[in-house]
């Protein structure tokens, strides 16, 4: 059974960092593309970042670039996102997410973990 737990969220200032980490389990991980999504309340969830298996791409939304960075462990099933400058509009729910192939470009993701709350203070 697959298992994405996240963990890293909090409040921050604007301005300030915070890191966030998805262990995953029951699945071979460095075979699938991993990414993250996000939802703030009243919107659609969005496709943040992502980061394919070999890590021969990666992606970020428009919003997020030179702030956001997506990172892999495969040694530790574990994906990052290390997010800098953050601002009050980066205010969500963060959603790791799974796909069942090597690519985020393969369609939707296949498994999503529990999410973590982020809270940018202005």
């Known amino acids: 059974q697959m298992q994405l737990v996240e963990s890293g969220g909090g409040l921050v200032q604007a301005g300030g960092s915070l890191r966030l980490s998805c262990a995953a389990s029951?699945?071979?991980?460095?075979?699938?593309?991993m990414g993250w999504f996000r939802q703030a309340p009243g919107k659609e969830r969005e496709f943040v970042a992502g980061?394919?298996?070999?890590?021969?791409?990666?992606f970020y939304t428009d919003s997020v670039k030179g702030r956001f960075t997506i990172s892999r462990d495969n040694a530790k099933n574990t994906v990052y996102l290390q997010m800098n400058g953050l601002k009050p509009e980066d205010t969500a729910v963060y959603y790791c997410?799974?796909?069942?192939?090597?690519?985020?470009?393969?369609?939707?993701?296949?498994?999503w973990g529990q999410g973590t709350q982020v809270t940018v203070s202005s």
């Open positions: 980061i394919s298996a070999l890590v021969i791409s990666t």
């Open positions: 997410a799974a796909w069942s192939d090597r690519s985020f470009q393969s369609g939707s993701p296949r498994y």
């Open positions: 029951g699945i071979t991980f460095r075979s699938v593309a």
